[in-house]
């Protein structure tokens, strides 16, 4: 099956795959209790259209109707019903970001409601430092390689500030990320950026939830090349890891078991090919005396 490809924004940031993803799953619930479509529209007195559209991803689902059609389907896992409740208020509830997503893309709207509700994040960036770890001097380096508006900039390095205090505010979610030794050495020109960003993962790696690991040599990992991923798991034993995949214009979501499957087995790898997260405060020192020798 090929992954989920969004179009490009419309400058209003609806979370598409987040809808597709939960239709696909009560679809999947609804045909394992043996439960037709009339019955189950019937249940919540919906049209005909609309159930189509609940279980195509095109239409929002009110939290009363989601709760009634997992108990009609007999969901009664705690943890599988709170991750699609969790999933679905993100859709139907303003979010902290919904005053920025005229800064972004549809498909990162997408992600920041995964990244919300995941258990764990692992992250695996081969040219830059991760998103979730990055300074506000980095992160404004980096976005404005793409954009020039500062306006549009710092409504962009807000978010990703916004997204990091989740992370070592609330310790949720989990964090595990591996950074390629060239983010730490080549990222960005400005030295004193290079330096406060190495001494923030410096102090980062001592979080807890926070799992760093620098990659020194790709050596035997060819197969990887430039892939940059990340995983997103979720509480919840039906709900599959969502691989993140995103290029300029565009992100893929994979959603399969067989497709994130790679991905959980590459970041294995490359977690063994990684100097040892005990040794990682070491090797950042290393990286921060050199910055401080140029």
Same mark, same amino acid.
């Given at each position: 099956?090929?992954?989920?490809?969004?179009?490009?924004?419309?400058?209003?940031?609806?979370?598409?795959?987040?809808?597709?993803?939960?239709?696909?799953?009560?679809?999947?619930?609804?045909?394992?209790?043996?439960?037709?479509?009339?019955?189950?529209?019937?249940?919540?007195?919906?049209?005909?259209?609309?159930?189509?559209?609940?279980?195509?991803?095109?239409?929002?689902? !009110?939290?009363?109707?989601?709760? !009634?059609?997992?108990?009609?389907?007999?969901?009664?896992?705690?943890?599988?019903?709170?991750?699609?409740?969790?999933?679905?208020?993100?859709?139907?509830?303003?979010?902290?970001?919904?005053?920025?997503?005229?800064?972004?893309?549809?498909?990162?709207?997408?992600?920041?409601?995964?990244?919300?509700?995941?258990?764990?994040?692992?992250?695996?960036?081969?040219?830059?430092?991760?998103?979730?770890?990055?300074?506000?001097?980095?992160?404004?380096?980096?976005?404005?390689?793409?954009?020039?508006?500062?306006?549009?900039?710092?409504?962009?390095?807000?978010?990703?500030?916004?997204?990091?205090?989740?992370?070592?505010?609330?310790?949720?979610?989990?964090?595990?990320?591996?950074?390629?030794?060239?983010?730490?050495?080549?990222?960005?020109?400005?030295?004193?950026?290079?330096?406060?960003?190495?001494?923030?993962?410096?102090?980062?790696?001592?979080?807890?939830?926070?799992?760093?690991?620098?990659?020194?040599?790709?050596?035997?990992?060819?197969?990887?090349?430039?892939?940059?991923?990340?995983?997103?798991?979720?509480?919840?034993?039906?709900?599959?890891?969502?691989?993140?995949?995103?290029?300029?214009?565009?992100?893929?979501?994979?959603?399969?078991?067989?497709?994130?499957?790679?991905?959980?087995?590459?970041?294995?790898?490359?977690?063994?090919?990684?100097?040892?997260?005990?040794?990682?405060?070491?090797?950042?020192?290393?990286?921060?005396?050199?910055?401080?020798?140029?």
């Amino acid at each position: 099956m090929r992954p989920s490809i969004l179009s490009s924004s419309d400058g209003k940031g609806r979370p598409s795959h987040v809808h597709e993803l939960l239709g696909r799953r009560l679809t999947s619930f609804r045909k394992a209790a043996g439960i037709d479509r009339p019955t189950a529209q019937k249940h919540i007195s919906a049209s005909a259209s609309k159930m189509s559209r609940i279980e195509l991803g095109r239409v929002a689902l !009110k939290g009363d109707d989601l709760k !009634k059609l997992l108990d009609l389907y007999g969901v009664t896992d705690l943890r599988e019903r709170s991750a699609l409740l969790g999933l679905n208020r993100c859709l139907n509830e303003r979010q902290w970001w919904d005053s920025y997503n005229d800064s972004f893309a549809d498909w990162f709207c997408s992600y920041l409601i995964l990244e919300s509700a995941a258990e764990y994040i692992w992250t695996y960036e081969n040219s830059l430092v991760p998103g979730l770890l990055q300074t506000a001097g980095y992160a404004e380096a980096i976005i404005r390689t793409r954009y020039s508006g500062d306006e549009h900039v710092r409504r962009l390095v807000e978010v990703r500030r916004r997204r990091q205090d989740m992370v070592f505010k609330t310790g949720a979610p989990k964090l595990w990320a591996i950074v390629d030794l060239g983010a730490l050495t080549d990222g960005v020109d400005d030295l004193g950026i290079m330096r406060e960003q190495i001494e923030f993962l410096i102090r980062a790696a001592g979080f807890p939830g926070v799992c760093i690991q620098v990659l020194q040599s790709r050596s035997g990992l060819c197969t990887l090349r430039n892939d940059s991923f990340s995983i997103l798991r979720f509480n919840s034993t039906n709900l599959a890891d969502v691989v993140y995949l995103e290029n300029l214009e565009s992100a893929h979501f994979l959603d399969g078991l067989d497709q994130a499957e790679p991905y959980r087995v590459a970041m294995s790898r490359i977690g063994n090919a990684a100097d040892a997260p005990e040794d990682t405060v070491k090797t950042l020192e290393e990286a921060l005396r050199r910055i401080e020798d140029r």
